[in-house]
């Protein structure tokens, strides 16, 4: 134990700059300022573990390491999270943010969201008896689609808006909604 009291993994959370970019720069910012910045009960209470600023022990590390198998963006930290959760691990929030600056244009951040979205599929598909995938919301209501039974016609009734909601995304036009509304439209079509 920590003389602070911290358990074996401590996360610091994230802040962004202050000033809004560019609007072809806007998606990432607007995501890291509504979702991402929390303070540490927040990120607690919702059980958000996010890699970009933690420190493990190293045997903690070593007992339940990433899982190499996952290439490209995103979800690495998720499964390692519901890893340690699923084990016990206490995972510590505190407030000492480390301070993001430079973002990805849109269209880049949309393609990296297309493959963390992929890599949850991925995931999912391969740990679906050891964990609880209803604790990540976009699965969440990906669930709820496919137990209505209406995965397909949701599929083809957006196939076009999907399109139409992406141009917008990548002008700058769109907000948390719309990027939350586009990825559910992504993981439905990998489901498909």
Same mark, same amino acid.
């Given at each position: 134990?920590?003389?602070?009291?911290?358990?074996?993994?401590?996360?610091?959370?994230?802040?962004?700059?202050?000033?809004?970019?560019?609007?072809?720069?806007?998606?990432?910012?607007?995501?890291?300022?509504?979702?991402?910045?929390?303070?540490?009960?927040?990120?607690?209470?919702?059980?958000?573990?996010?890699?970009?600023?933690?420190?493990? &022990?190293?045997? #903690?590390? !070593?007992? =339940?390491? +990433?899982?190499?198998?996952?290439?490209?963006?995103?979800? %690495?930290?998720? *499964?390692?999270?519901?890893?340690?959760?699923?084990?016990?691990?206490?995972?510590?929030?505190?407030?000492?943010?480390?301070?993001?600056?430079?973002?990805?244009?849109?269209?880049?951040?949309?393609?990296?969201?297309?493959?963390?979205?992929?890599?949850?599929?991925?995931?999912?598909?391969?740990?679906?008896?050891?964990?609880?995938?209803?604790?990540?919301?976009?699965?969440?209501?990906?669930?709820?689609?496919? &137990?209505?039974? #209406?995965? !397909?016609? =949701?599929? +083809?009734?957006?196939?076009?808006?999907?399109?139409?909601? %992406?141009?917008? *995304?990548?002008?700058?036009?769109?907000?948390?909604?719309?990027?939350?509304?586009?990825?559910?439209?992504?993981?439905?079509?990998?489901?498909?």
């Amino acid at each position: 134990m920590d003389p602070r009291g911290w358990g074996d993994v401590v996360c610091g959370g994230s802040k962004s700059n202050i000033q809004k970019p560019e609007r072809n720069y806007n998606l990432r910012w607007i995501y890291s300022k509504e979702v991402e910045e929390s303070d540490a009960k927040y990120r607690h209470e919702n059980l958000i573990f996010i890699t970009r600023n933690f420190l493990i &022990k190293k045997a #903690i590390l !070593k007992h =339940f390491p +990433f899982d190499e198998s996952i290439k490209g963006y995103g979800h %690495e930290d998720t *499964l390692m999270g519901m890893n340690l959760r699923k084990n016990g691990i206490k995972v510590d929030q505190i407030d000492n943010p480390v301070i993001n600056t430079v973002f990805d244009s849109n269209a880049i951040f949309l393609q990296k969201t297309k493959q963390g979205i992929e890599n949850l599929v991925k995931i999912q598909e391969k740990y679906k008896d050891q964990f609880d995938f209803n604790e990540i919301k976009l699965l969440r209501f990906q669930s709820k689609i496919e &137990k209505m039974g #209406i995965s !397909k016609i =949701f599929y +083809f009734i957006n196939l076009p808006f999907q399109k139409l909601l %992406e141009k917008i *995304l990548i002008v700058g036009y769109g907000n948390l909604f719309c990027f939350n509304y586009y990825k559910l439209l992504v993981l439905n079509k990998l489901k498909k």
